[in-house]
């Protein structure tokens, strides 16, 4: 099992910046990916970023350049930095990883941290 804890949303306003943080914790010596994505009002959710065990990373076209993804030394720990945040950015984020063992997939959820853009 792994267990996914997000931090770092809230209240910004435009053109300002965020760091959200996921901390990982259980069986995460298999995860072979983590990302970050988000889902709007009404909207589906979508992947945002993501970056496997082997540092590859990869973003929607809506946020790159304006997202970073990036993880700590111990891969415990995965964060996105938002900067320029756009009130088109308010979402809920959802931190997830994938876990593989032999050749079945799992797949993980954060129970999510609440970013609005709003002035």
């Known amino acids: 099992q792994v267990q996914l804890v997000e931090s770092g949303g809230g209240l910004v306003q435009p053109g300002g910046s965020l760091r959200l943080s996921c901390a990982a914790s259980?069986?995460?010596?298999?995860?072979?990916?983590m990302g970050w994505f988000r889902q709007a009002p009404g909207k589906q959710r979508e992947l945002v970023a993501a970056?496997?065990?082997?540092?590859?990373?990869n973003y929607a076209d809506s946020v790159k350049g304006q997202f970073t993804i990036s993880r700590d030394n111990a891969e415990n720990t995965v964060y996105l930095q938002m900067n320029s945040l756009k009130p088109e950015d308010t979402a809920v984020y959802y931190c997830?990883?994938?876990?593989?063992?032999?050749?079945?997939?799992?797949?993980?959820w954060g129970q999510g941290t609440q970013v609005t853009v709003s002035s």
């Open positions: 997830n990883a994938q876990r593989g063992l032999g050749l079945t997939m799992y797949d993980y």
């Open positions: 259980g069986s995460i010596f298999s995860i072979y990916a």
């Open positions: 970056i496997t065990s082997g540092g590859s990373t």
